[in-house]
T-cell receptor, first 111, second 114 residues
Framework: KNEVEQSPQNLTAQEGEFITINCSYSVGISALHWLQQHPGGGIVSLFM???GKKKHGRLIAPINIQEKHSSLHITASHPRDSAVYIC?????????????FGSGTQLTVLP | GAGVSQSPSNKVTEKGKDVELRCDPISGHTALYWYRQSLGQGLEFLIYFQGNSAPDKSGLPSDRFSAERTGGSVSTLTIQRTQQEDSAVYLC????????????FGPGTRLTVL
């Protein structure tokens, strides 16, 4: 069964802390997306990756294809990073068109 | 426009009524997706359009849901005889082509069925 699991479900951190959100998936994928959903509901695509690691500002996202796992790291976290972070994958064995989404991680960064 | 737009931003309707939700993708994007996010739930795929190909309707929850995309651009998601369980945020996204490409999301339409 094609599944995506995220952890933790909720995460509270103090400003400045290093944050890690994990995403594991069950079978082979062709792409993995990290998305950010702000309290107002808007969704922004942070990264799309299929191998290696991507970095943008304070955000870093490595993926380990063999272990079927990716992480989203936030360095020097800030209250404005508070949002829901969603992992989504495109399974090789599934529909050629749709993404499967994790349940999301609610991150709260306290000042 | 610069991004994906959706209208209306909020829609309140009575049970049993039909509703239409509109999505304007980014110009030049051939792929368009509809998703649903129910309260406290994750994102759920509904339907996918790619160019002139037949849409992938595998995520539509019932035959009360339908969508069309005219001229390869604007898309309309129609829900007939709405039910309370249809209450959710309906999100539209577009990408250049295949689903592996980065998807750009619209702000969503919050539907409330009373």
């Amino acid at each position: 069964k094609n599944e995506v699991e995220q952890s933790p479900q909720n995460l509270t951190a103090q400003e400045g802390e290093f944050i890690t959100i994990n995403c594991s998936y069950s079978v082979g994928i062709s792409a993995l997306h990290w998305l950010q959903q702000h309290p107002g509901g808007g969704i922004v695509s942070l990264f799309m990756l299929s191998s290696g690691k991507k970095k943008h500002g304070r955000l870093i996202a490595p993926i380990n294809i063999q272990e079927k796992h990716s992480s989203l790291h936030i360095t020097a976290s800030h209250p404005r990073d508070s949002a829901v972070y969603i992992c989504a994958v495109k399974f090789i064995s599934g529909s050629a068109r749709q993404l499967t989404f994790g349940s999301g991680t609610q991150l709260t960064v306290l000042p | 426009g610069a991004g994906v737009s959706q209208s209306p931003s909020n829609k309140v309707t009575e049970k049993g009524k039909d509703v239409e939700l509109r999505c304007d993708p980014i110009s030049g994007h051939t792929a368009l997706y509809w998703y649903r996010q129910s309260l406290g739930q994750g994102l759920e795929f509904l339907i996918y359009f790619q160019g002139n190909s037949a849409p992938d309707k595998s995520g539509l929850p019932s035959d009360r849901f339908s969508a069309e995309r005219t001229g390869g651009s604007v898309s309309t998601l129609t829900i007939q005889r709405t039910q309370q369980e249809d209450s959710a945020v309906y999100l539209c996204a577009s990408s250049l082509d295949r689903v592996a490409n980065e998807q750009f999301f619209g702000p969503g339409t919050r539907l409330t069925v009373l």
